[in-house]
């Protein structure tokens, strides 16, 4: 059975300063990993995948992620924070076993500070 | 411009009562999904339908019902069985399988049981 774990339900940053979201999986098969933004009341968009291609991921509005099959983790970066990257960002996991199905993490609420 | 639309975004509910939320998608995706979020919990499987007239139960299908007539569409149905109906609703819809299980998300409903 899959499952994610996301570290610190809610992160505070400084603009400028470095984003990092963590996310470690469990998945007995190769894992396909994503990460998604949530604003308020609104849907979840996709940042970025991995699909066992290039271990790092780039993504939109400047975010990467880094897949290390070693260490079961999937985390997330960003190297300057802006005020509008204040949301919750959700981990997620799937494999060819799964029938489509993610598996989500708890979510990460991002504060960025002023 | 292709996309998920829910109707309606906020919905009000007195206990006892069935409910209905729409989901359409005009993606040409097979796979449709709903998901439940509460604070603090993610987001949690409530049905998935790989194909038209074809339905499973996810992880908390107690309580709702689905119905998969058409592509388009994938409404859910909020019994009054069940306990704690009062969330933010999502529903999803991914490509086939070349595209890795990538989810593309609507903008939610929220329910609230008065």
């Known amino acids: 059975a899959q499952s994610v774990t996301q570290l610190g339900s809610h992160v505070s940053v400084s603009e400028g300063a470095l984003v990092l979201l963590r996310c470690n999986y469990s998945?007995?098969?190769?894992?396909?990993l994503f990460w998604y933004v949530q604003y308020p009341n609104q849907g979840l968009q996709l940042l970025l995948k991995y699909t066992s291609a290039a271990t790092l991921v780039k993504g939109i509005n400047g975010f990467e992620a880094e897949f290390k099959k070693s260490e079961t983790s999937f985390h997330l970066t960003k190297p300057s924070a802006h005020m509008s990257d204040a949301a919750e960002y959700f981990c997620?996991?799937?494999?060819?076993?799964?029938?489509?199905?993610?598996?989500f993490g708890a979510g990460t609420q991002v504060v960025v500070t002023p | 411009d292709g996309g998920i639309t829910q109707s309606p975004k906020y919905l009000f509910r007195k206990e006892g009562q069935n409910v209905t939320l729409s989901c359409e998608q005009n993606l040409n995706h097979d796979a449709m999904y709903w998901y439940r979020q509460d604070p603090g919990q993610g987001l949690r499987l409530i049905y998935y339908?790989?194909?038209?007239?074809?339905?499973q139960k996810g992880d908390i299908a107690e309580g709702y019902s689905v119905s998969r007539e058409k592509k388009e569409s994938f409404p859910l149905t909020v019994t009054s069985a069940q306990k704690n109906p009062t969330a933010f609703y999502l529903c999803a819809s991914s490509p086939p399988s070349g595209r890795r299980y990538e989810q593309f998300f609507g903008p939610g409903t929220r329910l609230t049981v008065l």
């Open positions: 339908s790989q194909i038209v007239n074809d339905f």
């Open positions: 997620a996991v799937s494999d060819d076993s799964s029938w489509g199905k993610l598996q």
């Open positions: 998945s007995s098969v190769p894992p396909y």
